[in-house]
């Protein structure tokens, strides 16, 4: 249990609150490209964006 001491703001009668976090979220991403990702072995460069998917 948390305590907030000196509530603003808030309808809290008892100055106390139960809370849960779920952390249930899938980790995981997208990864794309403008292009065929395409390059050399003699140092060429492509670009590609890697985005996370959870929250």
């Given at each position: 249990?948390?305590?907030?001491?000196?509530?603003?703001?808030?309808?809290?009668?008892?100055?106390?609150?139960?809370?849960?976090?779920?952390?249930d979220d899938i980790a995981g991403f997208t990864f794309s490209s403008a292009t065929e990702l395409i390059t050399t072995e003699a140092g060429g460069t492509d670009s590609f964006t890697i985005q996370l998917t959870s929250k």
């Open positions: 249990m948390k305590t907030r001491p000196n509530p603003t703001n808030s309808t809290i009668a008892d100055d106390k609150a139960t809370g849960k976090i779920a952390d």
